[in-house]
């Protein structure tokens, strides 16, 4: 199981940042992808998912404001992230589960995104 995210970087409050994250394809075609993020000292949660349907689902603190896409000829999803905030800071993780209700099966490597006040 491959999920290579990246994107993550350092942005001013009010920026946007784009992540990516490319899996393998038995990986991409059959799970229900996603993002989390993890504040140190926190819970790791659930920030976006995505069907193969296209369904999005986010948590409140993110709607309207992050925008999660799958692009199915290159077995990739992306997070467009705007109007981004210092709360918004974490590390964040690519996921495949099988069912948008259920815990991530499987986590990629994290990438860091920083947003300053």
């Known amino acids: 199981v491959q999920l290579q995210a990246s994107g993550g970087g350092f942005v001013q409050a009010g920026g946007s940042l784009r992540l990516a994250c490319e899996a393998s394809g038995s990986i991409f075609s059959s799970y229900v992808m996603g993002w989390s993020r993890q504040v140190p000292g926190k819970q790791r949660l659930t920030i976006a998912t995505?069907?193969?349907?296209?369904?999005?689902l986010y948590t409140e603190s993110v709607e309207g404001r992050f925008t999660i896409s799958r692009d199915s000829a290159k077995n990739t999803i992306y997070l467009q992230m705007d109007d981004l905030k210092p709360e918004d800071t974490a590390i964040y993780y690519c996921?495949?589960?099988?069912?948008?209700?259920?815990?991530?099966?499987?986590w990629g490597q994290g990438t860091l995104v920083t947003v300053s006040s």
């Open positions: 995505i069907t193969n349907a296209g369904s999005a």
């Open positions: 996921t495949a589960r099988t069912s948008q209700f259920r815990i991530p099966d499987y």
